[in-house]
């Protein structure tokens, strides 16, 4: 299913960073390409490069990798829940507390690759299986209004958010 990367949500500026694609991109085609930009990253990485923050305080590669798996499951499961008709509202989430209790730091980062893996190949799923009309299915999550396709479509934007941010901030350390 093509769902094309256009919003008009004028009162959800926490959603507006992830959204900024081109109308005729394809998601698929993002997605595939975000995958293998994370594989080139991460594939290649020693443990101990892994490990790395940028700053004191800051993320690992590692735990950073897991943010964006962490993410992109509660996107999708926001998606899935939408387009499946859920009118309660979807609970938001602090991506810190999220950190604190996932234990991405005493796991290997071919374990969270792993993960990344998988959770991407289900997300691609899921997004393959919806129709026009539940792409559009409107719903609530963290207080905004927001359609299926928007989801969808913010799971993209957030990797790409951090796929610049470990361009700008990690990966210069390595060079």
């Not at 943010?67 to 999708?76: G, K, L, N, P, T």
């Not at 997300?123 to 026009?132: E, H, N, P, R, V």
Request: hydrophobic share 40%; proline share 2%.
């Amino acid at each position: 299913m093509h769902f094309p990367a256009n919003y008009e949500y004028p009162n959800a500026l926490y959603f507006a960073e992830y959204l900024q694609f081109d109308t005729d991109a394809n998601l698929l085609e993002v997605f595939d390409q975000q995958t293998k930009q994370i594989l080139a990253i991460y594939e290649p990485l020693k443990e101990q490069e892994a490990n790395y923050a940028y700053a004191e305080g800051k993320w690992s590669l590692k735990q950073l990798l897991g943010h964006m798996v962490d993410s992109e499951r509660i996107f999708a499961y926001r998606a899935l829940a939408i387009s499946r008709g859920e009118i309660q509202s979807l609970p938001g989430f602090d991506e810190n507390e999220y950190m604190d209790q996932a234990g991405y730091e005493n796991q290997s980062a071919e374990a969270v690759l792993a993960q990344y893996k998988t959770t991407r190949a289900a997300t691609i799923a899921l997004i393959q299986s919806l129709t026009l009309t539940q792409g559009n299915a409107m719903g609530l999550a963290n207080g905004q209004k927001i359609s299926t396709r928007a989801l969808a479509w913010m799971i993209a934007g957030h990797e790409k958010h951090h796929l610049n941010i470990i361009q700008a901030r990690y990966l210069a350390h390595f060079s």
